[in-house]
């Protein structure tokens, strides 16, 4: 394995072809040949041993694309440690024939305290000191110095953005291609963008969230037919009866051929006045032979909104399962509700106080599909 490893790194030549004329053949005195798929894996165990070299365990790499870093309560402390392995890794460099390239590397402070963050630090490689970059950009994640990641959301939100315009021509009303294949679309070509670098978000606040959940909501209102429906719905409540007001309501948004024919479209909401007391809920159902069912009813004098969501899940759920039992054929049923809480606790295992609602959706899922969405 040696002799025929060597042999392929001994007496490399290479030369480039433009439009069928070759150029002349000029030795390549190091580096690996760009294309083979040995190429790759050499340089993996080439640098499989960088971290021998620095005494840190704070040094995450991805091929050659390596990061130091240090924390301490004195910033002073913590330069110096960060000069110390950057010592150690350029003797390292040395060692094996490497050149670091002094510009491309930068540092960063990262700090909740502004008059850490101004400091100016002295942190070298051999002679050459490194550049500040308040804002750097590792691995396609950009990071700020407090680590809120505002910068990195806004850079996927007008990602995803770009890409819901090429969304959109293809998302006709009645040409448009069918939701199945909007959402292949979707999940291969918009969602891997939203989930890059997933873990890392947990650094960001919710304020910062929100931008993508409010780009991810207009691509699944896109893929399921809803663009143009109103992101909420206010419901009226009346303290006597605690009725909601279903003229009106219950109209449905879900354009025409967006979802098959033979789909159940079922749109459940409930609310309460101040989220505390004298709730409601109400159901529209639009079943794939035109006609439709409306229920609505109250909840409770004393009551959440989240007890009115759940009432109306719970209560459109067996008029699916008895429409299944007249005969009614449903390849697919479609929920929406405009409760996140209530999607999360359902699609859980183990669900607490969400009781007959989870029992009910187990039972539809074993005999239907079932699509539940924030809208």
């Not at 995803?160 to 979707?186: C, D, F």
């Not at 931008?211 to 207009?218: A, E, H, S, Y």
């Amino acid at each position: 394995m040696y002799r025929w490893i060597k042999a392929f790194l001994t007496e490399l030549f290479i030369r480039t072809r433009i439009k069928g004329t070759l150029s002349r053949t000029r030795p390549l005195a190091d580096g690996l040949p760009q294309g083979s798929a040995l190429s790759c894996t050499l340089f993996l165990i080439f640098m499989n041993n960088i971290g021998n070299a620095v005494r840190t365990p704070n040094r995450p790499a991805y091929a050659d694309d390596t990061v130091l870093w240090h924390q301490d309560t004195d910033i002073d402390k913590a330069t110096e440690a960060i000069n110390m392995d950057l010592a150690s890794l350029k003797r390292f460099c040395e060692r094996w024939k490497m050149q670091i390239n002094t510009g491309k590397n930068v540092y960063t402070t990262f700090s909740l305290s502004n008059p850490v963050q101004k400091k100016a630090l002295d942190i070298r490689i051999g002679n050459d000191s490194l550049q500040r970059d308040d804002l750097p950009r590792y691995l396609g994640v950009s990071l700020d110095p407090r680590l809120c990641l505002r910068r990195h959301i806004e850079e996927v939100a007008n990602s995803v953005r770009e890409r819901i315009r090429i969304l959109q021509k293809l998302a006709g009303s009645n040409w448009g291609a069918t939701s199945q294949s909007l959402r292949t679309i979707y999940v291969s070509f918009i969602r891997p963008v939203l989930e890059y670098a997933n873990p890392v978000l947990n650094l960001a606040s919710r304020t910062s969230l929100e931008k993508l959940d409010r780009v991810q909501n207009v691509t699944l209102r896109l893929v399921f037919g809803l663009y143009g429906a109103p992101q909420s719905r206010s419901w009226s409540s009346q303290s006597d009866a605690s009725r909601l007001n279903s003229e009106g309501a219950f109209r449905p948004s879900v354009r025409p051929g967006r979802f098959g024919r033979e789909h159940a479209i079922a749109h459940t909401d409930g609310s309460s006045t101040g989220g505390t007391g004298n709730g409601g809920y109400g159901i529209y159902i639009l079943w794939p032979d035109g006609s439709t069912t409306r229920k609505c009813g109250p909840v409770g004098e004393w009551t959440c909104s989240y007890e009115c969501e759940l009432m109306a899940v719970t209560e459109c759920l067996p008029v699916i399962i008895e429409k299944q039992r007249e005969g009614a054929a449903l390849p697919g049923v479609v929920m929406l509700t405009d409760c996140r809480v209530l999607v999360q606790a359902l699609g859980g295992s183990g669900s607490e106080g969400v009781g007959e609602a989870v029992l009910l959706a187990d039972y539809l899922l074993k005999s239907e599909g079932v699509w539940t969405m924030v809208q």
